[in-house]
């Protein structure tokens, strides 16, 4: 079976305050992520070990970030008080 970067990403919350949410998610690769949403959902941070600026070219490595910005994103949403997504995604 090949990767095709579609296989689920395991997501857990690793911090709240009254700021932000600050979640870490396994992407397809492997590869650690921690991204940080404000209250109102805005991405205040998205930190990453596997990119660095040589390899911001190549379309699959944004690609895998948004997918991980998204999945972050709704386990914030689904895990906190915090309303992270818009209605017709909720």
């Not at 079976?1 to 690769?29: F, Q, R």
């Not at 600026?53 to 906190?80: C, G, S, W, Y």
Request: include cysteine; hydrophobic fraction near 35%; charge should be negative.
């Amino acid at each position: 079976m090949t990767n095709n970067g579609h296989e689920s990403m395991d997501a857990h919350i690793i911090g709240e305050d009254s700021v932000g949410i600050a979640v870490e998610v396994t992407d397809c690769k492997g590869y650690t992520n921690h991204v940080l949403f404000d209250r109102d959902g805005e991405l205040i941070g998205h930190v990453h070990e596997r990119f660095t600026e040589a390899t911001q070219t190549d379309p699959e490595p944004a690609q895998i970030l948004k997918r991980v910005q998204f999945r972050a994103r709704n386990e914030a949403h689904r895990q906190t008080e915090a309303d992270l997504l818009l209605p017709i995604l909720d």
